[in-house]
């Protein structure tokens, strides 16, 4: 059983189009994100949702507007895609919002912007 | 600024040995800090999580130490096996950013036979 699913795994697309990427996790946790991880191997949080309601959303460009329809899903949408978006996008759960029990992580979806 | 800063060099290591990592963190006060692992193509595992009033946590193999007043944590990979090759990955949460769990670049680490 996947804990944290994400799709697709690859995501190969032009400037300009609209993409999303869709996460689902089974644990029952409260906590969802999205980090983003760019070719120097670092992870950044861009989004974090706990039951739905949005509670972090850092400094990230209006074009990526993240939707949570339940606690188990959180969706990213990716508006006019440019070439510095071109990254991988890990979603992750954690049990509460604090993340003191560790993060359970997606495998990835690795955006290529051509 | 605030940094989170690991080893960019591959740490090469023979098996049986004791790998040996390091985080150092600048302008952070961390609740906790937390270690993972990432596989090529993967996304990070949780591995262990050492609390600020924690000096040494130990999971089988693993050992981790917190000097708050270094200001650094050390990853200790004991009797070190070929399966054990990976990037690993510190992350800390400031306790003025519940949530945001901030992570390092990684160190890789490559055990041979």
């Known amino acids: 059983d996947t804990a944290v699913s994400q799709t697709p795994k690859y995501l190969v697309t032009q400037m300009g189009n609209d993409k999303s990427i869709k996460c689902e996790q089974n644990l029952g946790h409260d906590t969802m994100y999205w980090y983003k991880q760019d070719s120097k191997k670092f992870l950044k949080i861009m989004f974090s949702?706990?039951?739905?309601?949005?509670?972090i959303n850092e400094t990230v460009p209006n074009r990526f507007s993240p939707k949570s329809p339940d606690k188990a899903h959180l969706n990213l949408h990716i508006n006019s895609l440019e070439l510095g978006d071109s990254a991988v996008y890990f979603c992750a759960s954690s049990q509460e919002g604090t993340g003191v029990y560790g993060y359970t992580f997606g495998s990835g979806t690795r955006l290529t912007v051509v | 600024s605030q940094k989170i800063e690991q080893n960019s060099e591959a740490l090469n290591i023979q098996e049986g040995k004791t790998a040996t990592l390091t985080c150092n963190y600048t302008?952070?006060?961390?609740?906790?800090l937390q270690w993972y692992r990432q596989d090529p193509g993967r996304g990070p595992v949780f591995l262990l999580l050492i609390r600020e009033n924690e000096k040494e946590k130990r999971k089988e193999r693993l050992k981790v130490t917190f000097d708050t007043t270094l200001k650094q944590s050390l990853f200790h990979i004991t009797a070190s096996q070929p399966a054990d090759s990976a990037t690993y990955l510190c992350?800390?949460?400031?306790?003025?950013?519940?949530?945001?769990?901030?992570f390092g670049a990684g160190t890789q680490v490559v055990v041979t036979p």
């Open positions: 992350a800390l949460v400031p306790t003025d950013s519940w949530g945001k769990l901030q």
């Open positions: 949702y706990n039951n739905k309601e949005l509670i």
């Open positions: 302008n952070y006060s961390p609740a906790y």
